[in-house]
């Protein structure tokens, strides 16, 4: 269900903090919601090899003095894990005829070109993350850390 709604509503990070009071864990008809320890309780089952490492926490805290739980505020929801998002962007910029080309990574989020594209205005964080995995696997390579950097397909 929560995968559902984040697909539906096109979430990526789900802050804790305001999903408590999303319809995902807050139930206004009848007044009742699920407590922050609760739904700490759920992020971890997703996860977790039992829950198909459906969500992966995100670290917001750098101090090392910061308690377990206040580190873990925010989580990546994956209805897609990184890895089926860079296949996606791989499959188009070979489909599109661009391997050999450098692109932007705004012109990978954000242009008209990919507009159709379900990773349209994707977390830039998340999209990273992808564009990490075709890294690793030898497709692509990475120039430059802000927005306007180049990656170039093989």
């Not at 709604?5 to 319809?23: D, E, V």
Request: aromatic letters at 12%; charged letters at 30%; glycine letters at 6%.
């Amino acid at each position: 269900m929560i995968q559902s709604y984040c697909a539906h509503n096109r979430i990526y990070r789900l802050s804790l903090s305001t999903a408590a009071n999303s319809p995902l864990f807050h139930n206004a008809t009848i007044n009742r919601r699920l407590d922050l320890l609760s739904i700490r309780r759920v992020i971890d089952y997703m996860s977790s090899p039992e829950g198909d490492r459906r969500a992966e926490w995100i670290s917001t805290s750098s101090k090392r003095s910061a308690s377990r739980d206040e580190t873990r505020s925010a989580a990546w929801v994956y209805w897609k894990r990184p890895e089926e998002w860079a296949d996606m962007v791989y499959e188009w910029v070979d489909g599109t005829g661009q391997r050999g080309s450098v692109l932007t990574v705004y012109e990978l989020r954000e242009s008209e070109a990919v507009s159709s594209c379900e990773w349209v205005d994707m977390d830039e964080e998340l999209f990273r993350s992808c564009l990490d995995v075709l890294v690793r696997r030898g497709k692509a390579q990475i120039f430059g850390e802000m927005e306007g950097s180049g990656v170039k397909f093989y």
